[in-house]
């Protein structure tokens, strides 16, 4: 069994980029492993209960990286941005800024350790059980599984690695001498982004893609879903449940009544809240830390 660290960056014929990491874990090969066949899942609200983001400005909150008052100051002003916002130019152009500032300065040990401390304590016990055997079937079948996330690609290998998974596809941030730039390379791993990334590693690994699955909750992942021979809705929004029966796909709800309508709040509100929170609070706690 090999242990293995690996990011991977490609850039179609379009000039597309995407990036993706295998998990940093020890894995038995299985008997007789598939080298064509995957299987693709989102993270927020598929994999997990809520979004990774959310979690992971609890944990930092609870590190004390950012106050109450700067809590409610931030998530406000992200509040007002995500009531207002369509995915235009303008509004993209925005949510890069944010996901700059998130990173900005940070050196990716920092990241990937906080986020390993953040997984144990308040992401590990969201995770779906039935999402994580659907996972585990694909594995057991010899085929690889990847995560998908508009997350840093280092942050998903982290919950890849703790869930034995493949490894993460994820957006790809600038890095020069173990520090983030505060620029990306490439989109944000979002919509038709994900679609193209995952073609794009399937023709670096020899995946054929139609023999590949595809796992997610949410409509904005519609691309993705199309670009696979099977799609599976988990924990779907309205929009994609009614996509999924006019296609035929197969749907899995691991909610149940009332606790599914609370775990709706972080995966949509409470995380696009928090991801600007997040963003102020690390620039803030950089700018107490400096003499």
């Not at 690695?161 to 890095?175: I, N, P, Y």
């Not at 599914?260 to 706690?285: E, F, R």
Request: charged share 25%.
């Amino acid at each position: 069994m090999a242990r293995t660290r690996k990011v991977t960056v490609s850039t179609d014929v379009h000039g597309h980029i995407a990036g993706w990491a295998d998990a940093e874990l020890d894995r038995p090969v299985p008997a007789e492993p598939d080298p064509t066949a995957a299987a693709f899942f989102d993270v927020d609200n598929t994999m997990m209960q809520g979004a990774s983001i959310y979690w992971f400005a609890r944990g930092l909150a609870a590190r004390k990286y950012f106050t109450t008052g700067d809590l409610a100051r931030f998530a406000w002003q992200q509040a007002r941005f995500r009531l207002l916002a369509t995915e235009n130019a303008v509004d993209m152009s925005q949510a890069k800024e944010a996901a700059l500032a998130f990173i900005e300065g940070w050196r990716v040990d920092d990241i990937e350790r906080l986020a390993e401390e953040i997984f144990d304590e308040l992401m590990a016990p969201r995770i779906w059980a039935g999402t994580r055997r659907l996972a585990q079937r694909h594995l057991d079948a010899g085929e690889r599984v990847w995560l998908v996330s508009a997350a840093p690609v280092e942050i998903g290998r982290v919950i890849a690695t703790r869930l034995g998974l493949t490894g993460a596809v994820g957006t790809v941030a600038e890095v020069v001498d173990g520090a983030y730039t505060g620029r990306l390379v490439g989109d944000l791993m979002h919509g038709p982004a994900k679609a193209e990334a995952v073609a794009q590693l399937a023709g670096v690994e020899g995946l054929d893609l139609t023999r590949c699955a595809a796992y997610s909750d949410s409509a904005n992942d519609l691309p993705m879903l199309t670009a696979v021979g099977r799609a599976v809705a988990i924990n779907p929004d309205g929009t994609l449940l009614r996509q999924a029966r006019e296609r035929g796909w197969e749907v899995r709800d691991f909610r149940t009544g009332r606790r599914a309508a609370k775990i709706a709040v972080p995966s949509t509100a409470a995380a696009g809240l928090l991801a600007g929170a997040v963003s102020a609070g690390l620039a803030l706690h950089r700018r107490r830390r400096t003499p």
